[in-house]
T-cell receptor
Framework: NAGVMQNPRHLVRRRGQEARLRCSPMKGHSHVYWYRQLPEEGLKFMVYLQKENIIDESGMPKERFSAEFPKEGPSILRIQQVVRGDSAAYFC??????????FGPGTRLTVL | GNSVTQMEGPVTLSEEAFLTINCTYTATGYPSLFWYVQYPGEGLQLLLKATKADDKGSNKGFEATYRKETTSFHLEKGSVQVSDSAVYFCALTPSGAGSYQLTFGKGTKLSVIP
C-alpha cells in the first residue's frame, strides 16, 4: 500500500508567480489535511478536506491560498502571487476517518 | 489555545546512551498525544501515541507515558542507535471540536554518534 504522495518535492517560484502543490492520499483515505512548516518552527495546521468538501480552513491565510480535493484526482494546495514569506515546507496527511494521520514527504517551496 | 513545548535541540548522544526528550502540553480536557519522527529528507512518521491518562505508548524501543497531573508526554529510549538520528516532534489533538487538528512542538533534532 503506497503511502501519501506529494509532488513536486521541491518547487522554486519567483515572487508573484503561482505555486500548485499536489497530494495523493493513501488508498482508501478520504480525509486530507495540509500543514505548513516554517523554518525552525513546528508544523501548523492549515486546512482539512474530505472529497469535494472543505471541512475546516481556519489555519489558511485569508488571501492568496486555496485548497481543493476533487472527486477524482489529488488534493491541490494553491498559492497565488507568492511572496518570500511563503517559503516553507508544506506537508499533506491523510486518514480513513478523522483519526491518526499519515504524512507525505512534503513539498519544499522556495520563493526567490 | 492548545500548545506543545518540547526541549530545544540539538541533542547529541553516543550510541547505546539513554534518551529523554521532554514534552509538556497545554490543552483543555483530554487530548490525545503523539510522537512523530522525521528522518532526513522524509515526511513525518507516527512513532507512538496515547489517548488517555496513564496510557503508555511504545514502538521500536521508544516509550512515552501520558501524565495528566504534570501535562507531560516525555519520550524515552534505553539505548539509542545511529539509525535513530532524526527530528522528533511531540504533538496533540484536542478532545471535542477540532479533534483532527494536530498541534506540534518545534521539534528536537537528535544526532547519535558511533
Amino acid at each position: 500500500n503506497a503511502g501519501v504522495m506529494q509532488n513536486p518535492r521541491h518547487l522554486v517560484r519567483r515572487r508573484g508567480q503561482e505555486a500548485r502543490l499536489r497530494c495523493s492520499p493513501m488508498k482508501g483515505h478520504s480525509h486530507v489535511y495540509w500543514y505548513r512548516q516554517l523554518p525552525e518552527e513546528g508544523l501548523k495546521f492549515m486546512v482539512y478536506l474530505q472529497k469535494e468538501n472543505i471541512i475546516d480552513e481556519s489555519g489558511m491565510p485569508k488571501e492568496r491560498f486555496s485548497a481543493e480535493f476533487p472527486k477524482e484526482g489529488p488534493s491541490i494546495l494553491r498559492i497565488q502571487q507568492v511572496v518570500r514569506g511563503d517559503s516553507a515546507a508544506y506537508f499533506c496527511a491523510s486518514s480513513p476517518v478523522p483519526d491518526t494521520q499519515y504524512f507525505g514527504p512534503g513539498t519544499r517551496l522556495t520563493v526567490l | 489555545g492548545n500548545s506543545v513545548t518540547q526541549m530545544e535541540g540539538p541533542v547529541t548522544l553516543s550510541e547505546e546512551a539513554f534518551l529523554t526528550i521532554n514534552c509538556t502540553y497545554t490543552a483543555t480536557g483530554y487530548p490525545s498525544l503523539f510522537w512523530y519522527v522525521q528522518y532526513p529528507g522524509e515526511g513525518l512518521q507516527l512513532l507512538l501515541k496515547a489517548t488517555k491518562a496513564d496510557d503508555k505508548g511504545s514502538n521500536k524501543g521508544f516509550e512515552a507515558t501520558y501524565r495528566k497531573e504534570t501535562t507531560s508526554f516525555h519520550l524515552e529510549k534505553g539505548s539509542v542507535q545511529v539509525s535513530d538520528s532524526a527530528v522528533y516532534f511531540c504533538a496533540l489533538t484536542p478532545s471535542g471540536a477540532g479533534s483532527y487538528q494536530l498541534t506540534f512542538g518545534k521539534g528536537t533534532k537528535l544526532s547519535v554518534i558511533p
